[in-house]
């Protein structure tokens, strides 16, 4: 397992890889392995491939390119969210999942 670091960055600092693009495919596949390849919104299990990196805090309201603000998603709740709160969206499409809820809380703060 791809260790989770906070940016891909940390991953040329810490040796892991020696070039930029080869730090950010190793980031994003640390943020989908662990969360053990589940879209975070629907709770679905996917191939690591088939999923995308959604930003709890879209980048439209500022959110940043950190592991605190990456969670796993299907494209169908990347797409779904778009620049939507996500707990909001999450519960309107979804209904209340104190268990997923909790999962983002977890990582985002």
């Not at 879209?58 to 969670?71: A, F, M, Q, Y």
């Not at 709740?77 to 983002?104: A, D, F, V």
Request: glycine residues 6%; hydrophobic residues 30%; proline residues 6%.
């Amino acid at each position: 397992m791809t260790p989770l670091l906070p940016s891909p960055q940390h991953y040329l600092y810490n040796l892991i890889t020696m070039t930029s693009p080869d730090a950010k495919r190793l980031w994003r596949r640390a943020i989908k392995e662990h969360f053990n390849c589940t879209c975070v919104y629907c709770g679905n299990n996917y191939e690591i491939h088939e999923l995308t990196l959604d930003h709890v805090k879209p980048k439209t309201n500022g959110g940043e390119d950190l592991t605190s603000n990456l969670v796993p998603a299907c494209r169908a709740c990347n797409q779904g969210k778009g620049s939507s709160h996500w707990l909001g969206w999450m519960r309107q499409t979804y209904g209340r999942n104190p268990r997923r809820e909790q999962l983002i809380l977890n990582h985002i703060n």
